[in-house]
């Protein structure tokens, strides 16, 4: 058996460093795709809200269409934030509209969705918030990346 001469570790500080950088890497991409994975989950979840709500509208909508113009004169913005904040359970405060985890720990926050027509009183229906997701490291916020989000719905005749 050989005995080493020295003693001293060197040759540990080399896979020391390279575990602390794949490690972070690691970190970074885990933290992109779950900040990834909530833009689009909340992103879906506008969509099925505003489609639910443009069905919800669908009578007046289509005695609109049957009159021969695909005009709506006025459109209920609080009824579909309503729906937005009971379907995907956020909370309102500072006019803002938050998600937390079970731990109470935020996971994203909302501005005030607008609801609006794409053309002026057409039946193509958008809705714009930027969503705003909390960058943690060490029990901490130190950063927030915002993401302006849109979604569309239309309604159109299958006949």
Do not use: H
């Amino acid at each position: 058996m050989k005995l080493l001469k020295s003693k001293k570790a060197e040759g540990y500080i080399t896979p020391c460093v390279l575990i602390i950088v794949f490690v972070a890497i690691f970190s970074i991409i885990f933290t992109y795709s779950a900040s990834v994975s909530k833009v689009k989950l909340m992103r879906e979840n506008t969509k099925v809200v505003l489609d639910s709500f443009v069905t919800q509208n669908s009578t007046e909508i289509y005695n609109s269409i049957k009159q021969g113009n695909d005009y709506t004169e006025v459109i209920d913005a609080e009824e579909f934030r309503t729906s937005l904040i009971s379907f995907c359970t956020l909370e309102i405060e500072n006019g803002m509209l938050y998600s937390y985890d079970a731990d109470g720990k935020e996971l994203y926050r909302i501005t005030e969705p607008v609801l609006s027509f794409r053309n002026e009183n057409e039946l193509e229906l958008v809705v714009t918030y930027t969503i705003s997701i909390p960058m943690w490291f060490a029990g901490t916020e130190f950063a927030s990346a915002n993401i302006p989000i849109e979604v569309t719905s239309i309604l159109t005749e299958k006949f």
